[in-house]
C-alpha cells in the first residue's frame, strides 16, 4: 500500500509538472490543473489495488503523452518542417533577449 501512495504522489507531481509546463499556468487554462487536481482527489479513497493502478496508469501515460507531443514540436521546430512558424519566431526572439538581459515587450508575449 505504501508504494501505492508513493507512486501515486509521484506521478500526481509529474502530471502537473508537465501540464503547468506544456499547457500553462494562465488563469484561461486553469481548469487543466484543476481537472487534475479534482480527478486525484476524487480517486483517493480507491481501494481497489487493480483500480488504483489503472488510475496511475492512465496519469503516467498522459503525463508521457504531454511530455512527447511537446518534444515532437520542438523537433519538428528544428527541422523547419510545415509548422506555424510564428511561436518558433517568439521563442527565437526571447531567448536572444533573455541571453542579454532583457525582456520582450508584452505585445511579443
Known amino acids: 500500500m505504501r508504494s501505492d501512495t508513493f ?5 500526481y507531481r509529474l502530471l502537473l509538472k508537465a501540464v ?13 490543473i484543476e481537472f487534475v487536481t479534482s480527478e486525484f482527489r476524487n480517486n483517493r479513497n480507491l481501494s481497489d489495488g487493480v483500480a488504483v493502478q489503472q ?12 511530455n512527447n507531443v511537446h518534444h515532437h514540436k520542438d523537433l519538428l521546430f528544428s527541422y ?3 509548422v ?7 521563442r527565437t526572439l526571447g531567448k536572444s533577449a533573455s541571453s542579454v538581459g532583457l525582456r520582450l515587450p508584452e505585445v511579443y508575449q
Open 20 to 32: 503547468k509546463k506544456h499547457i500553462g499556468k494562465e488563469e484561461n487554462k486553469r481548469h487543466f
Open 84 to 90: 506555424d512558424r510564428s511561436d518558433e519566431v517568439k
Open 7 to 11: 507512486q501515486t504522489v509521484q506521478i
Open 55 to 66: 488510475k496511475i496508469k492512465l496519469a503516467h501515460d498522459y503525463t508521457f503523452l504531454l
Open 80 to 82: 523547419n518542417i510545415a
